[in-house]
């Protein structure tokens, strides 16, 4: 072969090969990474990659989305208790008062079911330290002296009782076994004045009636 056939061969390109990813950019600026860099970066976004695509498959939120969400239910959870830590709020409206106090009325009973089941005149004659009086009004009398005519005004106090932090640790502290152990707990408790579930009822039908 000639002088001029031979770099003429020489010139010709190779057999085609992929470009590494960044070999442009590399070629460009004059830098080249390091052969742990790359194949390191290569790794990293393959493992995002794969991870992106198993959360896709299964369902999972990212957790960026779930952080905020988990948030708004624990300051939900936590508000509904905390608005149980004393009576509702009155205001100059009567009709606005009785709206408050069966929205309170409720979020009670309902704390209380959750825990330990719908009550019954002879869940209530159960408990420990309470009194039973049958006649025309069955009267069920609380530890602390305060006399209820409904058992839905107890399940409001029960209610009440668990939204108190004390009423928290103690639970935390004694794990109730079940519904049964969990009124055991609660039936001690003292009825809060402020937001004596009897007295409010009595003023409720007051609002109800001006409303």
Same mark, same amino acid.
């Given at each position: 072969?000639?002088?001029?056939?031979?770099?003429?061969?020489?010139?010709?390109?190779?057999?085609?090969?992929?470009?590494?990813?960044?070999?442009?950019?590399?070629?460009?600026?004059?830098?080249?990474?390091?052969?742990?860099?790359?194949?390191?970066?290569?790794?990293?976004?393959?493992?995002?990659?794969?991870?992106?695509? /198993?959360?896709?498959?299964?369902?999972?939120?990212?957790?960026?989305?779930?952080?905020?969400?988990? /948030?708004?239910?624990?300051?939900? /959870?936590?508000?509904?208790?905390?608005?149980?830590?004393?009576?509702?709020?009155?205001?100059?409206?009567?009709?606005?008062?009785?709206?408050?106090?069966?929205?309170?009325?409720?979020?009670?009973?309902?704390?209380?079911?959750?825990?330990?089941? !719908?009550?019954?005149?002879?869940?209530?004659?159960?408990?420990?330290?309470?009194?039973?009086?049958?006649?025309?009004?069955?009267?069920?009398?609380?530890?602390?002296?305060?006399?209820?005519?409904?058992?839905?005004?107890?399940?409001?106090?029960?209610?009440?009782?668990?939204?108190?932090?004390?009423?928290?640790?103690?639970?935390?502290?004694?794990?109730?076994?079940?519904?049964?152990?969990?009124?055991?707990?609660?039936?001690?408790? !003292?009825?809060?004045?402020?937001?004596?579930?009897? /007295?409010?009822?009595?003023?409720?039908?007051?609002?109800?009636?001006?409303?």
């Amino acid at each position: 072969r000639s002088a001029a056939s031979t770099a003429a061969l020489a010139a010709l390109p190779g057999p085609a090969s992929a470009a590494a990813p960044g070999a442009e950019v590399e070629a460009a600026s004059g830098r080249k990474r390091s052969p742990l860099t790359a194949v390191g970066a290569a790794s990293a976004a393959a493992a995002a990659g794969l991870s992106r695509r /198993k959360q896709a498959e299964e369902g999972v939120e990212s957790t960026a989305e779930v952080g905020p969400a988990r /948030k708004r239910g624990r300051q939900a /959870k936590e508000g509904a208790s905390a608005t149980l830590l004393g009576p509702p709020h009155e205001t100059a409206d009567y009709g606005e008062n009785y709206r408050a106090y069966v929205k309170w009325q409720d979020e009670a009973v309902q704390a209380c079911r959750q825990r330990c089941g !719908k009550l019954g005149g002879k869940e209530v004659q159960t408990l420990p330290g309470w009194t039973f009086h049958a006649g025309t009004f069955a009267k069920y009398i609380s530890p602390c002296g305060v006399e209820f005519r409904y058992v839905m005004d107890i399940e409001t106090h029960f209610g009440c009782v668990l939204a108190r932090p004390e009423t928290a640790a103690r639970i935390k502290r004694e794990k109730p076994d079940g519904p049964g152990a969990m009124l055991v707990l609660l039936a001690g408790a !003292k009825v809060d004045e402020r937001a004596n579930p009897v /007295k409010l009822r009595n003023r409720a039908k007051t609002w109800k009636a001006q409303s």
